[in-house]
Structures are given as structure tokens and as C-alpha cells.
């Protein structure tokens, strides 16, 4: 199973990737946006909260195996729906947020 510690810096991490995408839809980053004019910058910032989702949901999948003394060849049904639960929660709140306003 993962240390906590990458857990906890995963998480860290994707908690800082928030405001940059708040103050880039904002339109804060004055000095970004002339120099970006294919928006590269937000969807490589878009891309690592991808990878770096996959990878936190993936350690705490694998860690909530192990506290139920399940490994991957067999795993928790329990845990493997409530993974699946907030696989789809996340979506459908990221595409909520997808649709509302930016004051």
C-alpha cells in the first residue's frame, strides 16, 4: 500500500491547482494570457489534475484494499463500489461546475 505521505502530497497538490484555474478563468493572469494565445497553459494545468486524480484515486483505492485485507487479485466489494460511486460523483460535479458562472 502507498505511505500516507503520497497521499497527503497528492492531495496537497491537486488542493493548489485550484486557485490558478479560478484566477485564469478570472482573468487574473494578465501576464499569461497574451503570451498563451492557444491556452496551452490551462490545459496542461487541466491535464496534471487529470493524472494527478487518477493517481490519488488509485492510491486510496489501494490503501482502503489493504485496510480490508483485500489486495487487487481480490478485491473488496465494498470498496471497489464506492470507488466507482465517486468516480461518477466527481464527474457530474466537475461538469456542474463546468456550467456555472464565474463572478
Known amino acids: 500500500p502507498a ?16 486557485p490558478c484555474i479560478l484566477s485564469y478563468a478570472k482573468g487574473h493572469l494578465h501576464w499569461l494570457l497574451p503570451s498563451d494565445p492557444l491556452n496551452l497553459s490551462i490545459i496542461l494545468v487541466y491535464g496534471l489534475m487529470s493524472f494527478s486524480g487518477g493517481i490519488c484515486a488509485m492510491l486510496l483505492s489501494q490503501k482502503a484494499q489493504s485496510l480490508c ?11 471497489s463500489q464506492i470507488t466507482w460511486i465517486a468516480i461518477q460523483l466527481g464527474g457530474l460535479i466537475g461538469v456542474s461546475f463546468s456550467c456555472m458562472k464565474i463572478l
Open 3 to 18: 505511505p500516507l505521505t503520497v497521499l497527503v502530497s497528492m492531495v496537497v497538490i491537486r488542493v493548489i491547482f485550484i
Open 69 to 79: 485485507d483485500h489486495d487487487h487479485r481480490i478485491p473488496c466489494p465494498i470498496v
